[in-house]
């Protein structure tokens, strides 16, 4: 079986998550799965960075900004690997641009237009783990571009879908897709499959469990997303074709 995970930063936040990220991800390996990791930025370190570019030059171009960016998911990626290659398990760290994913060009909001998995393929057939820096790819000019706040989600999806994965994994700090926020309401009811367009409404009604654009993929792609607790590994919510 082919299983795509990705890891949001609050899920990797600490050395403890990592390692049970990676550990997760080599239990699943040794039992015969192909698994591919994607992870964001650990904890707040998107945040830090804005924050600095901002300081640095309130105007600077897009550009810039998307390449700055990009390092706090590519400093994730190679944590991952040398967390899951201590634990004895062969790993490689990928960039958006090794791991092959395209994108149209524009900075900070950029869509993806075609995965080339010729790289992920080979590091699979030898038997690693690659662990992908989601949020990012390149333009046709080979510049660095980003997805948007969330783009990691998408990421994972694109790389199911080019990759024709049987699992698409998005691990949160949530433990699924629920009608409205648990953290504040405590009626709050937890969805175990949820269709493409009301997942859809909620985000357009402000859930921020997922990236707008990883639906919309999903959904023209035919790619069921599952959203789980990276704390307790229990299952979660499905997002599917509810037709």
């Known amino acids: ?96 641009l090794q791991a092959g994913i395209r994108t149209d060009d524009r900075h900070g909001d950029a869509r993806i237009t075609q995965v080339d998995t010729d790289r992920l393929e080979r590091e699979l057939a030898a038997g690693k783990i690659p662990v992908v820096a989601g949020f990012q790819g390149v333009d046709a000019a080979g510049d660095i571009t980003t997805l948007g706040r969330g783009g990691s989600d998408t990421t994972a999806v694109a790389l199911a879908a080019w990759l024709g994965a049987d699992k698409c994994q998005i691990y949160t700090d949530v433990d699924g897709i629920y009608d409205r926020d648990p953290r504040l309401y405590a009626d709050a009811v937890r969805f175990g499959r949820i269709g493409y367009g009301r997942m859809l409404d909620l985000i357009e009604n402000g859930a921020q469990v997922l990236h707008k654009p990883s639906v919309e993929l999903a959904r023209d792609r035919g790619i069921c997303v599952e959203v789980l607790s990276a704390f307790t590994g229990d299952p979660g919510t499905l997002v599917t074709d509810m037709e």
């Open 1 to 96: 079986m082919r299983i795509v995970q990705k890891y949001g930063g609050t899920s990797l936040a600490d050395a403890g998550l990592v390692r049970a990220a990676a550990r997760r991800a080599v239990g699943l390996a040794r039992q015969g799965h192909k698994v591919v990791m994607v992870v964001s930025a650990q904890g707040q370190t998107t945040d830090e960075l804005l924050k600095e570019a901002v300081r640095i030059n309130r105007r600077g171009s897009a550009r810039e900004l998307d390449a700055y960016m990009a390092a706090g998911e590519q400093l994730s990626a190679a944590l991952m690997a040398m967390a899951i290659g201590a634990i004895g398990w062969p790993s490689v760290s990928l960039t958006g």
